[in-house]
């Protein structure tokens, strides 16, 4: 009983240990996990470069321009439909004028604070967000650093990717490399696949969205369209987020009723066409974790690395769940994380 306790105690700690780490460790491994993940979605490539004859450093540099040719088309489309929300600036201006008044008079009618009171709250604001503008820069540059660590990382691990292989293998008794080399090569293919997978359905997503938007009359429907897509990234959420947002921009603009359920509508539309049709034929063979812990993993992720653990937390989970369902001591934990298997019950008779 004793044993059971104190093992249960070590297996706490080193669980503690494990998010500590990588907590305290984010400023590093957040980078290095990000290239990560964008070096298997580049292996084939420079796999079919290199059987091409040309050398290693060649392919991996051609990886990253490709990378950067992506992140710049993405940028370019984006801001170019920001700068289109530039021209509707005034009347957003004129529409959140509007509502401060209308808030105001609501707060001094029913709850009795003044006007004058009311403006001295929002100067104090202010003056704690214009010291926040020193604070923003410097995020900023923190960000072009980390991506220039993160191209740096993907170069490096495209280069020297059979160096690292070898190493791991060197990690494991020779009976088991047989085994390490399938994990292996089934966590950089998931890893790979996912990634696909999910442009494809945000390309997917911008085209649908765009076509429901655009008959719907939204002002600026690609950019919504565009926002829409990309925060497919977070499950559950991001697709409803990018729609509420979409609903609120109606709202200033002053729509009518009928186009805001149209919105609403066109959002029903593509989420019944994404989970029953894209997403089992085009994300759903590649990460099989039951909602139940996507939903852990992206609050964990959120709660460790913020922003770039949430958009990590399903394909890291992923390769986590490959790793158990491969080592005997955690196929439990495993089989805990994957989908239900109707025939599996069914047999076990566990239900």
């Known amino acids: 009983m004793k044993s059971k306790s104190s093992s249960i105690v070590i297996k706490l700690f080193i669980l503690f240990f494990i998010f500590a780490a990588l907590y305290f460790g984010k400023s590093i491994l957040v980078p290095f996990t990000i290239a990560a993940v964008l070096a298997t979605v580049f292996l084939p490539f420079c796999r079919s470069m290199e059987r091409k004859r040309m050398p290693k450093a060649f392919a991996a540099f051609t990886s990253i321009l490709i990378l950067l040719l992506l992140l710049f088309v993405i940028g370019w489309v984006v801001s170019w439909q920001v700068s289109a929300l530039t021209s509707d600036m005034a009347l957003i201006k004129q529409k959140a004028i509007s509502i401060v008044d209308q808030v105001q008079n609501f707060m001094l009618t029913h709850i009795g604070v003044s006007v004058d009171t009311q403006w001295h709250l929002i100067k104090e604001q202010q003056s704690a967000l214009g010291g926040l503008l020193p604070s923003i820069a410097g995020s900023f540059l923190y960000l072009f650093i980390d991506i220039l660590f993160t191209l740096a990382y993907v170069f490096f691990l495209l ?22 080399q399938v994990v292996l090569n089934s966590v950089t ?30 002002e600026n429907a690609l950019f919504f369209a565009i926002l829409c897509g990309l925060l497919e990234i977070v499950p559950f959420v991001g697709n409803l987020t990018g729609t509420v947002i979409t609903l609120l921009s109606c709202t200033v603009h ?3 009723f009928p186009m805001l359920i149209g919105v609403s509508a066109t959002y ?25 812990f996507t939903i852990i993993a992206l609050v964990l992720g959120e709660l460790v690395w913020g922003i770039p653990g949430v958009v990590l937390a399903i394909p890291i989970t992923a390769m986590v769940k490959i790793v158990c369902d491969h080592v005997d001591g955690l196929k439990p934990y495993g089989f805990l994380m994957g989908d239900v298997d109707s025939k599996k019950v069914e047999l076990l008779k566990t239900e």
């Open 189 to 218: 293919w998931v890893s790979s696949q996912y990634l696909l997978g999910l442009g494809k359905m945000i390309v997917c997503l911008w085209v649908m969205y765009g076509i429901g938007f655009g008959l719907m009359g939204v």
């Open 159 to 180: 280069y020297y990717r059979s160096h690292i292989k070898k190493f791991i293998l060197q990690l494991v008794l020779p009976e088991q490399r047989a085994e390490t």
């Open 254 to 256: 002053g729509a009518e």
């Open 268 to 292: 029903g539309v593509v989420q019944f066409v994404q989970g029953w049709l894209l997403e089992p034929l085009i994300v759903g063979p590649q990460v099989k974790i039951n909602p139940l």
